[in-house]
């Protein structure tokens, strides 16, 4: 016992079961420091699983509040997206309208722009390359006039065509139909109580601009005024010392110009079935007349070889010299351009600014005869279609030609040589009326009606395809 005793108080272990007990202790220690190793290392662990999920989700709590400030931002950028899609759709209808204001200006400008040019008389369209020649399919034959037609006329409507002829009577035609609308028949010599008309050729005819009056004049120095709508009679003008070769009216009013074999222009007034005035000048037999609207006509004065212009205010003439033969027909191209044809075989392109022709084409419709005596084919027609630059003429060598007129008026070019089953001239017999048309090119391309008959006038009507009458 005290060796015991004293082993424990020096430190030294004891031997038998005091040895066994202290390395039990030992090992438990052991295994307890183990334990703590094991127990630090899965602190480590846990500690690293858990950082890894507290990361994610901070990550999904962030992606969350991100898509609530993104929901709620665009939630007012949706207002302002709307309100700035609304102040875009603003701007675009104001440009649209801006567009459409500066279109119509363009448009209204430019018709101020015709208006003024066509006053002015300066005004010429392009219409001349859009026009093809008439197809002989297209042709329809009118028969009614049992000799020659003198004259026509179209109402300004383009529904129906007065025709006249030797045979003395009017025929008022439907332009769709072709059919007789009414007819003006002979009126005989010395018999009274008869319905009143010609009793002798009628040479000339014109309508006015709307279409309430009708004018023919006749060999026995007759000028007839008819209602247009109705062919009643209404007044009849004597005065002429001579047969009643030309008629126009003014456009826009009721003024009637009329000329005559006896060398005189008289100026009349049908609404108020009066005389005006009387004009003198020309030096032989007057073969032609025509006017637009300015207070003046132009006349073809046949064989003293002038065109003139009469100013009727100013009871003033211009005078102009150009063809070498008798000038037979004339027409106004525009206010301040005119066309002219003579037996000469040429055609004059005049400015009322010069006394000279513009333009000359001699040997219009080439020549005839034997070789080294060859002669001109006469000019017995011209026509215009109005403010524009396409003009035809006709010759007694069966047919129409069209031209294109040049820039200023300074050229003439030929464009469609169109044959005819007779002469274009005044004495050949031809009491038939045809109609034929060209197909203008493209959909919207102008066309014009051409009246063309055995007479030295033939007339253009814009607005409808080519109609020739011979």
Request: glycine share 8%; net charge negative.
């Amino acid at each position: 016992m005290s060796a015991t005793r004293a082993a424990r108080k020096r430190g030294k272990p004891a031997s038998g079961a005091g040895a066994g007990a202290e390395a039990f202790k030992r090992r438990r220690k052991g295994d307890s420091s183990g334990d703590k190793v094991k127990s630090k290392g899965g602190g480590k662990m846990n500690e690293e699983i858990s950082s890894d999920s507290e990361s994610e989700s901070l990550a999904l709590r962030r992606t969350e509040e991100e898509e609530e400030e993104e929901l709620e931002e665009t939630a007012q950028e949706k207002k302002l997206r709307l309100a700035k899609v609304y102040l875009e759709q603003l701007r675009q209808q104001e440009e649209e309208k801006a567009e459409a204001r500066e279109f119509e200006e363009d448009q209204v400008a430019g018709r101020l722009k015709e208006d003024v040019l066509e006053q002015r008389g300066r005004l010429q369209k392009s219409v001349a390359k859009e026009i093809q020649a008439p197809d002989p399919a297209d042709i329809r034959i009118l028969r009614g006039h049992q000799l020659s037609i003198t004259c026509l006329v179209v109402t300004p409507d383009d529904l129906a065509i007065f025709s006249a002829a030797k045979d003395c009577t009017i025929i008022k035609w439907s332009v769709e139909s072709g059919r007789k609308l009414h007819v003006i028949p002979r009126a005989k010599k010395g018999t009274e109580g008869q319905p009143p008309g010609h009793s002798t050729h009628v040479l000339c005819m014109a309508i006015s601009s709307d279409g309430k009056y009708l004018a023919s004049g006749d060999r026995s120095k007759l000028i007839l005024i008819w209602e247009a709508q109705s062919c009643q009679h209404l007044y009849t003008f004597t005065g002429h010392r001579d047969a009643v070769s030309g008629l126009a009216f003014r456009r826009g009013t009721h003024q009637l110009y009329s000329t005559s074999h006896d060398r005189s222009v008289k100026v009349w007034n049908v609404a108020e079935n009066s005389y005006v005035e009387t004009l003198f000048g020309h030096q032989d037999a007057v073969a032609a007349l025509d006017a637009l609207s300015r207070e003046c006509c132009v006349t073809a004065g046949g064989r003293d070889g002038t065109v003139r212009v009469w100013k009727i205010p100013e009871e003033s003439q211009l005078v102009f010299y150009g063809h070498q033969g008798s000038i037979d027909s004339i027409q106004l191209i525009n206010e301040e351009h005119m066309v002219s044809g003579a037996d000469d075989g040429s055609v004059a392109l005049w400015g009322l600014s010069k006394k000279r022709p513009l333009a000359l084409q001699r040997e219009a419709h080439g020549l005839r005869g034997e070789p080294g005596l060859e002669q001109p084919f006469w000019v017995s027609s011209v026509a215009a279609l109005l403010n524009t630059d396409l003009v035809a003429t006709g010759s007694h060598n069966n047919s129409v030609r069209l031209w294109q007129c040049g820039e200023g008026f300074r050229q003439l070019d030929l464009l469609y040589d169109i044959p005819l089953a007779w002469p274009v001239v005044a004495d050949q017999r031809g009491p038939e009326l045809c109609l034929h048309h060209p197909s203008p090119q493209g959909p919207q391309a102008p066309g014009c009606w051409l009246l063309t008959l055995t007479s030295p006038l033939f007339k253009f009507s814009p607005g409808h395809p080519l109609l020739s009458l011979y």
